[in-house]
């Protein structure tokens, strides 16, 4: 799998993922439908994308995935809400300009204690990106970088956590995956932050690992398949026909990183770069 991605070097600036960092008065979507007051630490709840120009994102989005959106707040406050099936499932924010040019998505992940979070982040080793702040409607919020360079937004949220779906809707999340440099660290890592569980997958061509927790798969580990890459969590995106999304996606300017291959998952999955260098993955699912 790794000669796949040899070809690709590109560079996340990190000073550019900013969370909006005006606050004034924008009560933003709650990542869940119904106020259970149940958490699931560990559990990916939502994704925000970092992207320096939010028109042309948007457009690109919508021509892959059918999505549409919801304008929040105003000026360089404004804050896009993703929709799918009317359903709110993301947001993008505005790159400021001094930041750069490179998007990522930021995925947040569940946590019982958000400052707790913060802090055994920084005793492992890891890094503050911004300090927790509490956002009307969203929740309690920090941005961080794991010890092996993954960015992260930790998450209480307001209400409770989703429900875990077993079947996701098409064109909204399906799975994140952690590429990392230092495959043992980041299991220690997340084993010892949420009490996971690390089972190894068997029959995989290169070793790889899910978290799980009272029988729950929370995520994927692999070692990082992009030679100079740092450390990143992949997002996926549930699609029903992969050679289609990737056609969508090159025509609305994408480069494709890992085109479908009869030999990896049996030609249900590609890897993609929007034309602003965010990177997420495209999975059919089930695989048959």
């Not at 005793?123 to 920090?142: H, I």
Request: proline share 5%; glycine share 12%.
């Amino acid at each position: 799998m790794k000669k796949l991605f040899t070809k690709f070097i590109g560079v996340i600036i990190l000073g550019g993922l900013l969370l909006t960092s005006c606050n004034s008065g924008i009560t933003y979507p709650s990542v869940s439908d119904n106020s259970s007051g149940e958490y699931h630490p560990g559990q990916f709840v939502w994704h925000d994308l970092a992207t320096p120009n939010p028109d042309a994102s948007m457009d690109f989005y919508k021509s892959v995935f059918g999505w549409e959106y919801s304008l929040i707040g105003s000026g360089e406050n404004t804050y896009y809400v993703i929709l799918n099936d009317d359903k709110p499932i993301g947001g993008m924010f505005k790159l400021a300009a001094k930041y750069g040019n490179a998007g990522e998505w930021v995925g947040s992940i569940s946590v019982n204690d958000v400052d707790a979070a913060v802090k055994y982040n920084i005793d492992q080793g890891g890094k503050t990106v911004f300090d927790a702040v509490s956002f009307k409607g969203r929740g309690e919020t920090a941005l961080v970088q794991d010890p092996q360079g993954a960015i992260v937004a930790f998450l209480h949220a307001d209400g409770g956590d989703p429900a875990f779906i077993k079947e996701p809707e098409e064109n909204s999340w399906l799975w994140n995956e952690l590429w990392t440099n230092d495959t043992d660290g980041s299991l220690k890592y997340y084993n010892g932050l949420f009490g996971f569980g690390a089972k190894s997958i068997s029959g995989s061509k290169a070793p790889y690992f899910v978290f799980e927790k009272d029988k729950t798969k929370y995520c994927g580990v692999l070692g990082n398949p992009v030679k100079g890459a740092r450390s990143a969590w992949m997002p996926y995106i549930r699609v029903s026909d992969v050679k289609s999304a990737v056609e969508k996606a090159k025509k609305a300017g994408a480069t494709i990183m890992m085109e479908p291959n009869e030999n990896i998952r049996k030609g249900s999955v590609a890897v993609i770069l929007d034309p602003y260098g965010a990177q997420f993955t495209v999975q059919e699912w089930p695989i048959n």
